[in-house]
């Protein structure tokens, strides 16, 4: 698998992406999964669903939303698990088209995120738990597995020629069948004949190669085929340096689809994950879940206006950055890295006017404190870096920044390589504690 396409550079710099959880699930206002996991009765389900018809969609605030939090993609699930498809399809009359509103959904979000120049992406549900073909698979029902996989070959080839050039296939739910099942290599062949620059997830696999990157030497333990561009750790941030990722979440606490009474993470909350997908070299895509009408969650519209207010400040840190954590600075905060820059993003503001920072090699030619434009004193010698003339108060409610510019690219000494709890420290933070002596008494002196 190419880790890394050529094609997906505009992904590496985007950074920050839009996750759209969407569809007659709303109604329920318990997440995007009512229908599963308390076993609704399907005709019910179904009858609310072909009645669904939301009067305020309206995808050009989505877009516009979406751009004002400085977010550069948007991913929209066209199905999800209940089978319900928002697009013109001719597949199945269980559809946005077919049904009570009589549009096609997909459409105007493609349009509208071109408008506001964002990158397009589409979700699609291998998954539909309306059909127990695709449940009992090809050995228990040979017959329905057949329509159930040809019907998801279809509905895919119609997204794929319908709307244009797309920039992201989001798949989800292959569960429980396997690659081989669905001829997940033959299915990623067809899509790349159609697109060919189209950048597809890892989820054409189960269990999925993301899953694995939470566990140490997951390569080596895991044994499948490395199918897709980038991958997908959900509700966390699992990064591999040799791939292009990005970290799912919720706004809320736990639920994609929208869900009364779910209780809303902060902006800082929300700010510190992107922040933290960014300094390790990865992508953060935030989700929501759209009201029944179609209109965002008033909580999710103030939360991406604030995100957007420090993007417009402080958003050079972020797009195009590189992995950070240059030198030690879980004390203070974050790093990342943009060409000659070592950005230092700051979570806890102390109040004080001098910054020092240990274990920087490359010689800091400026500093400015980007959240003011205010540029601060150096001192750098062989020990450490000093900064002085940082305000008293915090200046911004979410994160300030502080670029140092270096004369060449930011690389650590010894002591920045240095991380705390790593056994290859040792001999190092032993030559730092003998300078004190090496008794237990207070002047290391023996007695």
Known sequence: MNTKPAYG?????????????????????????????????????????????PEHYDPAVWAATAKRAGMKYAVLTTRHHDGYCLWDTRTTDYSSMAQAPKKDFVRPFVEACRKEGLKVGLYYSLLDFRLPGWLLGPEKDPDGWK????????????????????????????????????DSLGLMSMIRSLQPRILV?????????????????????????????FGTPEQGIYADPDFLWESCQTSVSRLWGYTRGEQWRSP???????????????NFLLNVGPQPDGQFPPEFTERAIALGEWMKVHGEVIYGSERGDVTEFITYGLQTVKGNNLNLIIRFWDGRPTLRLVGLK????????????????????????????????????LFPVIRLECETKPEPNEWGKCRTWSKNNLELFAEWARTRGSSVWADGKPR
């Open 268 to 282: 800082s909350e929300l700010l510190l994950t992107l922040v933290k997908c960014a300094s390790l070299g990865g």
């Open 201 to 229: 997830n890892d989820r054409l696999e189960w269990p999925q190669y993301s899953w694995f990157w939470q566990f140490e030497n997951w390569r080596q333990r895991y044994t499948g085929d490395y199918i897709g561009d």
């Open 147 to 182: 329509v159930a996989k040809q019907y998801v070959y279809d509905q895919i080839r119609e997204i794929l020629t319908q709307y244009g050039e797309i920039d992201i296939l989001w798949f989800d739910g292959l569960w429980p069948r396997s690659p081989a099942d669905l």
């Open 9 to 53: 550079n505009w992904f590496n710099d985007a950074r920050f992406g839009l996750f759209i959880h969407w569809g007659p699930y709303a109604i329920y206002g318990r997440g995007e999964q009512s229908l599963n996991r308390e076993y609704l009765d399907q005709n019910e389900y179904i009858q609310t669903a072909c009645a669904w018809n």
């Open 362 to 397: 490359s010689k800091v030619k400026r500093a400015v404190l980007l959240t003011t434009g205010q540029e601060l004193s150096v001192k750098q010698d062989d020990q450490a870096l000093v900064l002085s003339g940082l305000p008293l108060e915090r200046p911004t409610a």
